[in-house]
């Protein structure tokens, strides 16, 4: 059985930083690319930043470039997503979702983890 468990969200100041952490266990094989989504209160999921498996190729949200990183620890299995220059906006429910090929869209992810709530206030 596959779980995704998402750690370290909580309440920031404008400016400030997370750290969020998504171990997954479950998985069977080194393919899955590996994904954090938010979703804010009243607006649709929305893709945050991507990184495969293997190659660790990466892409971002253009809202979160240059202030956001993600990385993965293979051996550990676990995601990672640093999360700097934090804005009020960037506010939201985090989630960790893992899929079988390298996607921007949500609807190609096969797990998702409970989600981690992000609040950034001003």
């Known amino acids: 059985q596959v779980q995704l468990v998402e750690s370290g969200g909580g309440l920031v100041q404008t400016g400030g930083s997370l750290r969020l952490s998504c171990a997954a266990t479950g998985l069977t094989s080194r393919s899955y690319s590996m994904a954090w989504f938010r979703q804010a209160p009243g607006k649709e999921r929305a893709f945050v930043a991507a990184?495969?498996?293997?190659?660790?190729?990466?892409n971002y949200a253009d809202s979160v470039k240059g202030r956001f990183t993600i990385s993965r620890d293979n051996v550990e299995k676990t995601v990672y997503l640093q999360m700097s220059s934090l804005k009020p906006e960037d506010t939201a429910v985090y989630y960790c979702?893992?899929?079988?090929?390298?996607?921007?869209?949500?609807?190609?992810?096969?797990?998702w983890g409970q989600g981690t709530q992000v609040t950034v206030s001003s």
């Open positions: 979702a893992a899929a079988r090929a390298f996607s921007l869209k949500d609807n190609d992810y096969d797990y």
């Open positions: 990184i495969s498996w293997s190659f660790g190729i990466k």
